[in-house]
């Protein structure tokens, strides 16, 4: 049975929603300083991916795994102090814009289930970073 348009726009909004929550609360998370409470955000298998552009130094990955993966978004994002996050839309979905001194440093892309985010994409690269500014 197909569902209506209205059930489906609502099933959208509720999607988003639940993404923007999700964005905000890793977000509060890292800022925090408070690993264990990012831990319980991710599932147990997680997987984090950072697109440094190729850039020397840069955090190379993926992470797979609660500790891998905080340990990967640290080195990518660097300590929370000074670092602020806000609400975008990154491929269409509720996501991270991380700036730092009004800055763009990153921008995080998350997809998961009940269970918790199931993967991290993290754009690093100035390149891409550029039109985020």
């Known amino acids: 049975m197909r569902r209506s348009s209205a059930a489906s726009r609502r099933g959208r909004r509720a ?3 639940a993404g923007a929550e999700r964005a905000v609360a890793v977000s509060d998370a890292y800022k925090a ?12 298998d997680v997987c984090v ?4 552009g190729g850039v020397a130094g840069a955090a190379q990955g993926p992470a797979i795994g609660t500790t891998a993966a905080l340990t990967l978004l640290r080195v990518a994002l660097g300590a929370p ?7 975008r839309s ?3 979905r509720p996501g991270l814009l991380a700036t730092r001194g ?3 440093v990153a ?6 289930a009940i269970d918790g985010i199931e993967h991290i994409w993290v754009v690093t690269n100035p390149t891409k970073l550029e039109h985020w500014s």
């Open 102 to 104: 009004g800055r763009p």
């Open 49 to 52: 991916v950072v697109d440094t």
């Open 90 to 92: 990154v491929n269409g």
């Open 81 to 87: 102090r000074g670092l602020r996050f806000d609400v």
């Open 107 to 112: 921008v995080l892309a998350f997809d998961g």
């Open 33 to 44: 300083d408070d690993p264990i409470a990012l831990a319980r955000l991710l599932a147990s």
């Open 15 to 17: 999607r988003r929603d």
